[in-house]
């Protein structure tokens, strides 16, 4: 088998997947799939900007009490 009928052949498998992809599992979250409006990718962007801020500074929160809580502790009991 030459390298042109590997191609067709591949190409028939390619097809056969793409026409049954609207009916499986997904298709019907495919099919009402659509752009956001601009308002609401700014309300994502504002929701998960904020999301990311409070994680920060969580994280922040829980590294300074781990840094200076020892050091108070071992200013109290010295």
Do not use: C, H, N
């Amino acid at each position: 088998m030459d390298i042109v009928d590997r191609a067709w052949k591949f190409q028939k498998r390619l097809e056969e997947r793409t026409k049954r992809l609207g009916r499986g599992k997904y298709g019907r979250v495919l099919r009402m799939a659509r752009k956001p409006t601009s308002e609401e990718y700014s309300r994502t962007i504002q929701i998960t900007g904020v999301g990311l801020l409070l994680l920060g500074g969580l994280g922040f929160l829980i590294f300074f009490i781990m840094i200076e809580v020892p050091k108070l502790l071992s200013g109290l009991f010295s």
